[in-house]
Structure formats: C-alpha cells, structure tokens
C-alpha cells in the first residue's frame, strides 16, 4: 500500500487561509462526530463513496485515513476533503484512537494542500 498525500486535499486547523474556509461555511447535509475504539475500520469490508464531498476535522488521536487504497496519516488538528467517488474508510490508532466530526457538504472545486 503506498503513502502519501497524492490528491487528498488537506489542512491545518492553524493554518486555513480564507479560501479553505470556503468548504465550512457551505451547506451541510449530514454530519456527526466519531468516536473510535483502537484499531477500528470504518466502513469494514465494504466499497466506501460519496455523490458529494465529505470533510473529516480530527479532533484528537491519530489514524491511518486509506483513500483510493493510498495511506495517510491523519491526527489532530488536521482537515481532509475526500472528493466525490473517493473510496475512503479510517482506521484508528491502536493507542490514541481518532475522534473527528464527519461533514457531507454540497460544494465544488475544493482545494487545498499539505
């Protein structure tokens, strides 16, 4: 499996400039915010996409985010777009387990970089 930041879009909560504020103050549709037991898959076993763009804020912990079948780190204080039709699951830490909000958004043509 390979890793890497490729074509995920991702932020720094310190770091959001006024255009990647844009994908917050769109309309969301759905949201929520997980809380994940050590080691645990999201969406285990199964293709995970979306029709529309999903924002993963990670509040604590740490994570391996597998989008596309690519790895990548995924810890506190970060913000990651997935884009629609990205394969996504997250899988948290054996010792500092993730917890981080999910959004589903309508918005286009989001970006963002390391």
Do not use: Y
């Amino acid at each position: 499996m390979s890793r890497g930041w490729a074509k995920v879009k991702r932020f720094r909560i310190g770091r959001l400039d006024k255009e990647a504020r844009r994908f917050l103050e769109g309309p969301i549709e759905a949201g929520g915010i997980l809380f994940k037991k050590p080691g645990q898959v999201s969406h285990e076993g199964e293709r995970h996409t979306h029709d529309r763009p999903e924002v993963f804020i990670a509040l604590s912990g740490r994570a391996k985010l597998l989008v596309d079948g690519v790895e990548h780190p995924f810890e506190a204080g970060d913000i990651v777009v997935i884009e629609p039709g990205e394969e996504h699951h997250i899988v948290a830490d054996e010792e500092d387990p993730i917890v981080n909000i999910w959004l589903h958004i309508r918005a286009e043509g989001i970006e963002g970089e390391c």
